[in-house]
Structure formats: structure tokens, C-alpha cells
């Protein structure tokens, strides 16, 4: 396999203010670069810098912690769905070694008599860092809009109701994870910061990759980096999403490579937005998506049991 790098001559480089001046050319542009490579960079997403720059200190705060103040935060039975999950744990699905990393996961705030409580717990805060908490709940609620607009233009381009999916991730289970690559002072032997795997959920919102590692992987077997500017959102297509559209919009294998010597000593951070559909809501594949005298690719699934079903396969149930 060989590795080149992304330009906007491949993967699509858009500004999603272009959204509401030309939402028919933003959405095709968005469309195709999903349906070749899985992913996009994009930029003018409306989640504020400032924002993004707090929320950056903050976590930088969090993984300097010690080691046995974080583990307080581990939420036994979660499936690492909330609070701190430590380094070593997480594995690709398939993989025999472990990921180079450790994380933090916020989820959705649902009040006490919400129908959906049962997949979603308490988040959990770390007092040893002030204003963690209201910084991340606007930072999700940032996350989550930039999303549904997103998922309007995805609507557009498979040329169905706008506002399609507005009501099947309300209230989803979507998760923020707060990343944390250590530096690499010694060797790794075969494991690396993030084996190659593809996501769970219907689209993820990346910040933070604009530090080297990032590849995707291209349907002719190259390995692509991935290199946004400071700021960008980096979206791709998850498996639920994939389901959904028959497989025309491609989740794609992706991993997060060792850095170089001259920057082992550096440690990476980054902050995914792995935005869900509803647990309640069923994925099958979209009328028009099936061609005539086929059968769909993969069958009926609600979203909470196919996600249970891949954590349990990347050793986090």
C-alpha cells in the first residue's frame, strides 16, 4: 500500500456557509466526496474558535491528571460510554493489539423520565478541572447542530426530504470523546496510536487532526492522510449510515499512524463527535438504494442493538 496525502483536488474541501448561499452544489460536492472516499474537511461549521480553544486547554488539563484521579472517573458496566476510559483498553475490531490511547466520553443530558435513559447515563465531571462541564455541554450542543446541518445537505444529495434526518438523531446517542495520544519514548512494538477501524454511528465530527497521523483508506488499497487546517471539521461516514444507504455513502477504514522520531516526543490530542441516530430507530436501507431484483446488503437493525453489538467487538461491553 502506498500513502499519499489529501488535497481538495480528492477528498472535498468545503465551507458549509456555502450551504445557505448554494445548498444544491454544497450538498452534491459534500455527496460525492462521501461516496468515494467516506470523508470531507470542513470549514465555516459555526462552532465558535474560542469554543474549540477552551475546550482544548481543558482537556490538555484532564490527561495530565494522575493516573489514579482519572480511573475514579471510570464508570464500571458503561461500556465506557461516559466518563474516563484508561490507556490500553480500546482495540480495533479484529485487532489483537491494543490502541496507543486513552479518552474521555460526554453523552447527551436526558432528564430522569426520558424513554431512552436506559441507554443513556449520567455524564460524569471531573471537579479537578474548573468549568469542564459548561464548557463541553456547549461544546456538544455545538457538535450537535453542526451535525443536523450537515445530515440536511446528505439529506439533498440522496434526494429526499430535507429534514429526513433531523428526527432520526433527536436525541441520539451521540458521544464527544476527548482524545489523548501519549508521546512515544520507547518502543511500540506493533501497536499504534489507533488500528485501522471504521466508525459505529452515522457521521463523526472531527476536531484536532490537523497534528499528523490521520489516514483514510481508498477503495484502490492507498493509504491517504488526512491534513485539515486548525479549525477544520473532518467529517466521515459511519457504518450506521452506510447501512442506511445501501451501502452508496461509504463508512471507511481509517486509523491514526505513530508519529515521526521528530515528533514522538509530542503528544496528540483530538476531540470526535461521533454523532448517532436515535436508539429506537430502525436502519434499513432507504427506498431507491436497493437495486430492482436485489436484496438489501445488511438487514433491519435498530440503532441501540447494532451499537451494542459493536462495542462488544471493540472490547468496550
Not at 445501501?246 to 503528544?267: D, F, M, Q, Y
Request: net charge negative; proline share 6%.
Amino acid at each position: 500500500m502506498t500513502t499519499d496525502t489529501i488535497s481538495s483536488d480528492n477528498v472535498a474541501s468545503v465551507s458549509l456557509a456555502e450551504a445557505d448561499r448554494d445548498p444544491q452544489a454544497f450538498a452534491d460536492e459534500l455527496g460525492r466526496s462521501f461516496v468515494d472516499y467516506g470523508f470531507a474537511i470542513i470549514r465555516d461549521h459555526g462552532i465558535p474558535q474560542p469554543l474549540i480553544d477552551d475546550a482544548e486547554d481543558k482537556a490538555r488539563a484532564l490527561f495530565a491528571l494522575p493516573e489514579e484521579v482519572k480511573r475514579r472517573y471510570k464508570v464500571e458496566g458503561s461500556g465506557g460510554a461516559r466518563g474516563y476510559t484508561p490507556f490500553g483498553i480500546e482495540t480495533a475490531k479484529g485487532a489483537k493489539a491494543h490502541d496507543l490511547k486513552e479518552f474521555w466520553h460526554v453523552g447527551r443530558d436526558l432528564p430522569e423520565d426520558h424513554p431512552f435513559r436506559a441507554h443513556m447515563g449520567d455524564n460524569v465531571w471531573p471537579a479537578e478541572v474548573a468549568g469542564f462541564r459548561e464548557t463541553f455541554q456547549r461544546l456538544y450542543t455545538a457538535f450537535d447542530e453542526a451535525g443536523v446541518k450537515i445530515l440536511r445537505a446528505v439529506a439533498r444529495f440522496l434526494k429526499i426530504d430535507e429534514e429526513y434526518f433531523t428526527d432520526t438523531v433527536r436525541d441520539g446517542n451521540s458521544v464527544m470523546r476527548l482524545l489523548h495520544y501519549p508521546p512515544q519514548n520507547e518502543p511500540t512494538g506493533e501497536h499504534i496510536r489507533a488500528g485501522a477501524h471504521e466508525d459505529i454511528n452515522t457521521i463523526t465530527l472531527l476536531l484536532g487532526a490537523e497534528e499528523a497521523g490521520l489516514q483514510l483508506l481508498t477503495k484502490d488499497g492507498r493509504w491517504l492522510d488526512v491534513s485539515p487546517k486548525k479549525g477544520e471539521l473532518v467529517i466521515n461516514i459511519g457504518d450506521m449510515l452506510q447501512r442506511l444507504t445501501n451501502g452508496k455513502l461509504r463508512s471507511t477504514s481509517h486509523r491514526v499512524i505513530n508519529p515521526s522520531p521528530e515528533r514522538a516526543s509530542k503528544a496528540r490530542y483530538s476531540m470526535p463527535f461521533f454523532l448517532h441516530f436515535r436508539s429506537d430507530f430502525m436502519i434499513e436501507a432507504l427506498p431507491g438504494t436497493v437495486p430492482s431484483g436485489e436484496q438489501p446488503k445488511w438487514p433491519p437493525i435498530t440503532a441501540d442493538d447494532y451499537l451494542q453489538e459493536r462495542l462488544r467487538e471493540i472490547k468496550l461491553k
